[in-house]
Nanobody
């Protein structure tokens, strides 16, 4: 599967952005989907994930209550709604697809990765 992330940009602290990740192919609903991010000089970290059917989600503590992951299997797309953004949310955001069951939260559990989209939050 090929993944194309979009929706990043420059936003003031407290603002919102919605990231999208469009997947190719007809088996999108076979994959759990996740969002990760990588800030300069830091390792890639887990942000949020959603199971194959979209009825179960999991978030990193740092974004819980501010970010919402969702998916539309009919459109082969996963979303990340980001509200109340903070400067520490600045990073390149990546979407990823996992064949594994459940809601994977580690990099190694994901089989396919998108190219990343930059999110910059200024004070």
């Amino acid at each position: 599967v090929q993944l194309q992330a979009s929706g990043g940009g420059l936003v003031q602290a407290g603002g919102s952005l919605r990231l999208s990740c469009a997947a190719s192919g007809r088996t999108f609903s076979s994959y759990a989907m996740g969002w990760f991010r990588q800030a300069p000089g830091k390792e890639r970290e887990f942000v949020a994930a959603i199971n194959k059917s979209g009825d179960n989600t999991y978030y990193a503590d740092s974004v819980k209550g501010r970010f919402t992951i969702s998916r539309d299997n009919a459109k082969n797309t996963v979303y990340l709604q980001m509200n109340n953004l903070k400067p520490e949310d600045t990073a390149v955001y990546y979407c990823a697809a996992a064949i594994a069951r459940g809601i994977p939260t580690i990099n190694g559990a994901y089989d396919y990765w998108g190219q990343g989209t930059q999110v910059t939050v200024f004070q």
